[in-house]
Nanobody
Framework: QVQLIESGGGLVQAGGSLRLSCAAS????????MAWFRQAPEKDREFVTA????????YYADSVKGRFTISRDNAKNTVYLQMNSLKPEDTAVYYC??????????????????WGQGTQVTVSS
């Protein structure tokens, strides 16, 4: 019963940066696995990154590794996605998702019970 609201999307030039926020309400997400997914126009939803609620372990898709950083501030009940060196192919609607408090071994979008409404990220050039 976690409600998630993403913010921070926008239009940026290639090579630029954006920081997305995912504010959670309804319950604490301290023990939830949090993740970001994205969906480009006419493409399937794809995994971007996730962070564990137990030990802070992070996971990244190969396409964003080294450029994106996921983090969480449990005091604010918020998860962030810092995106650097943005590329046009990063253009998509970015969705925040929460799985837990009991999580599966593998990261599967079907296991995430809470989703945000999405925030648009558009990278020009």
């Amino acid at each position: 019963q976690v409600q998630l609201i993403e913010s921070g999307g926008g239009l940026v030039q290639a090579g630029g940066s954006l920081r997305l926020s995912c504010a959670a309400s309804g319950r604490t997400i301290d023990w939830y696995r949090m993740a970001w997914f994205r969906q480009a126009p006419e493409k399937d939803r794809e995994f971007v990154t996730a962070i564990s609620g137990s030990d802070g372990t992070t996971y990244y898709a190969d396409s964003v590794k080294g450029r994106f950083t996921i983090s969480r501030d449990n005091a604010k009940n918020t998860v962030y996605l810092q995106m650097n060196s943005l590329k046009p192919e990063d253009t998509a609607v970015y969705y925040c998702a929460a799985e837990g408090p009991i999580v599966r071994v593998t990261i599967d979008p079907a296991n995430f019970g809470s989703w945000g409404q999405g925030t648009q990220v558009t990278v020009s050039s």
